[in-house]
């Protein structure tokens, strides 16, 4: 976290650690989570989340770090119209592209299950904003990662069981 802060990432402060007691004291962002409030923000204001959202995973991903767990639910809308990524437990250096798919596939499922009727504009959103950070041929090599994790073994038979139902 802290050297995500440090390249401008918009992570909360660690104020204190105490390596003995497994113990971490960091910021309280305020705000709402992403998640609860998405489809309460107009269109416009939804899609600058996202794309500030997309943003702040392409810095991540250019310094090296995946975030393990991204969802609207980590990320904080702040008063400030600002996003702040949350909950960095399953973070890890990108060892390979197939990191960085991963995040961007989570999000595309988040977005398909808990925000369906405007899953597509937003996932354009969010890939403007990754986009800005880490250019067109960055994400043409993540979206056809994210075509290809899809296409695995667990990810075909739940398309396959929404088809029947």
Known sequence: ?????????????????????????????????????????????????MILLGEEV?????????????????????PSGSIRILDLGLSKHVEDLEDAAVDVHLLIRVLESSHYSIKEEMLEC???????????????????????IRMRGRYVEERKLSRIA
């Not at 609860?36 to 269109?43: I, M, N, Q, S, W």
């Open 1 to 49: 976290m802290l050297s995500l802060r440090e390249r401008g990432v918009r992570v909360p402060r660690v104020l204190f650690v105490d390596p003995l007691a497994g113990l971490i004291v960091m910021e309280k962002v305020e705000g709402a989570v992403l998640r609860d409030v998405l489809e309460k923000l107009d269109r416009e204001e939804a899609c600058r989340s």
């Open 58 to 78: 392409g810095k991540m991903h250019k310094h090296g770090v995946a975030h393990g767990d991204v969802t609207t639910s980590n990320a904080i809308l702040e």
């Open 126 to 148: 969010f890939m403007e904003g990754y986009r800005k950070i880490l250019g067109d041929y960055w994400l043409r090599n993540v979206m056809e990662k994210v075509s290809e």
